[in-house]
């Protein structure tokens, strides 16, 4: 499941999704003759804890709960 997907100014590309049970970010950056990639994964679980903890009150955790099941039996 795709998230986001977008250029950072005229030097560069970035990816982000949910892949395999994992969070999944990807940076492509080309300026002159300089060119890199870098690329990171979290564990799907983990991030949904954070964001179910980042929230004030219960109501989301279930809602939370709920999608962090689906990403990581995805």
């Not at 002159?32 to 004030?56: H, Q, R, T, Y």
């Not at 109501?59 to 990581?72: H, P, R, S, T």
Request: avoid cysteine; hydrophobic fraction near 50%.
């Amino acid at each position: 499941m795709e998230l986001a997907q977008g250029n950072v100014g005229d030097v560069g590309h970035y990816d982000v999704k949910f892949e395999n049970g994992k969070l999944v970010a990807k940076l492509d950056v080309k300026q002159g003759v300089i060119e890199g990639d870098m690329s990171i994964k979290l564990d799907a679980g983990l991030v949904m804890d954070a964001i179910a903890k980042a929230i004030p009150g219960q109501i989301d955790d279930a809602i939370i709960g709920v999608i962090k099941a689906a990403l990581i039996n995805a």
